[in-house]
Nanobody, 115 residues
Framework: QVQVVESGGGLVQAGGSLRLSCAAS????????MAWYRQAPGKQRELVAA???????NYADSVKGRFTISRDNVKIMVYLQMNSLRPEDTAVYYC?????????WGQGTQVTVSS
């Protein structure tokens, strides 16, 4: 079992920045990749950014150049640095940890960007 807990959401004005953090615990050696997803009201959950165990990253087109995902392998943390935030980035952001046979999710953290 893997547990993930997010933190760092909040309210920010358009153009501002936020950094989300995700702490993983439990069977962390089984984690292959970690990612951030988001879900806005009335929309499906979508991938924002992901990072594999070897550091390979990928991003949704809508956040490329504005968001950066990183990981701390000592603290077993994953971060999402979000710059130049837009109102359309408003959503609940979820941390995901993926093993070879399961996905584990956090409870989510709200990010609200005001115009």
């Amino acid at each position: 079992q893997v547990q993930v807990v997010e933190s760092g959401g909040g309210l920010v004005q358009a153009g501002g920045s936020l950094r989300l953090s995700c702490a993983a615990s439990g069977s962390i050696s089984r984690i292959n990749a970690m990612a951030w997803y988001r879900q806005a009201p009335g929309k499906q959950r979508e991938l924002v950014a992901a990072i594999t165990s070897d550091g390979t990253t990928n991003y949704a087109d809508s956040v490329k150049g504005r968001f950066t995902i990183s990981r701390d392998n000592v603290k077993i943390m994953v971060y999402l640095q979000m710059n130049s935030l837009r109102p359309e980035d408003t959503a609940v952001y979820y941390c995901n940890a993926r093993t070879w046979n399961a996905d584990y999710w956090g409870q989510g953290t709200q990010v609200t960007v005001s115009s």
